[in-house]
């Protein structure tokens, strides 16, 4: 865990440029279960991937509700994992950075001043405090929104094979079974859920919760070169403004992003419930926030979504298991999927009612991509910020950060003879296209299947290896 010779107080962060608070607490807790983390919001909602879960119910005209006529009979969660530590190759860059700067730099005054003295020891690669807290809420959210199913049964759950994805489903499974067992209506004597399958991360390994087979897509520098565009946009001015206040310093475009990129990882390292504001934060402005959030939707988009030709071919197998889990039917699909593992009814049953797949961000893109959750997003601007107003509802930090979740869930009610589906990101009922949804976002679920062509006929799959 990092530590740090200065650290801002909860209720007060200054900008850089106007001397005004950025943004202040919403309230006592700053993780609560219902909506996650809301401390500081203005800044840490645009954080891109490196947001913590918030909850984004509100960005919607469509209710979350269920109708008191109808039932859930089927949820299944996909999640990311937790807040973590930056990856190993990462936090080695961010070290030598700050290290550079606290040699070369001949002085540190106001709001750099922590600078001279900031010790870097964060760790890599596994999750934080603050990251299993996120999962132990996430399990107890999961009980409590699917509760008539979820006291009977015990749900079926798998995870992708590293270490912070699978410690992620053991925290949910707390979370979950801490939520079942205040539940006085819960049936008693079930065992507790497990990590029942656990999908290896080796290159070369068929796996619907992490890419790696797809030869073009692995290869292809979409994502770079769209992140690298957007970069040149924004940061020269900030390399500017940063060699003049820290004299002696010389910073690359890249530098600023790995400096931005601290005030997350700091803050989600710093307490359990991230109640302390790392002072990287100071260093930027709400302006400069903005920027940095939609540098990452840019990166998202065009690295794993509908801006790659093959992104959203790295999520077929996943829809393609997920129709079979709604459909209670053999998997059909020639991409990502495992058949030794989706054949074998221990290891993919089809007849659980509750799922739970815990997974990475940029996986989870390519998911929602190959579902056409995003359909309506259109191409996003390499040279300029495009609001969630603009973008109907894309970008990294609402999608897929730290303890992202999106439900897919299916309901029977009693005036449709069909069952319903509809699916959730983040809270947020999205608007699903081309199968005729109703007001509370869901459609029939042969229309929902319909809509699929793209998943069920393995899209453009062949052109990974042309």
Sequence with gaps: MAVLSVLLPITFLLSSVTGTPVTSPRQQSCNTVDEGYQCFSGVSHLWGQYSPYFSVDDESSLSEDVPDHCQVTFAQVLSRHGARYPTKSKSEKYAKLIKAVQHNATSFSGKYAFLKSYNYSLGADDLTPFGENQLVDSGIKFYQRYEELAKNVVPFIRASGSDRVIASGEKFIEGFQKAKLGDSKSKRGQPAPIVNVVITETEG???TLDHSLCTAFENSTTGDDAEDKFTAV?????VERLEKDLPGTTLSSKEVVYLMDMCSFDTIALTRDGSRLSP???????EEWAQYDYLQSVSKYY????GNPLGPAQGIGFAN????RLTKSPVKDHTTTNTTLDSNPATFPLNATLYADFSHDNTMTSVFSSLGLYNTTEPLSHT??????ETNGYSSARTVPFGARAYVEMMQCTDEKEPLVRVL????????QGCDADEYGRCKRDNFFERLSFVTSGGNWGECFA
């Design 303 to 306: 690295g794993y979504g509908g």
């Design 234 to 238: 924004f940061t020269p001015s900030i």
């Design 205 to 207: 390994f068929n796996n």
């Design 321 to 324: 298991e997920l129709i079979a």
């Design 280 to 286: 990287f934060c100071a260093l930027f402005t709400q």
């Design 425 to 432: 990101g983040n809270d947020r009922v999205i608007p699903l």
């Design 384 to 389: 300029s910020v495009r609001s969630t107003e």
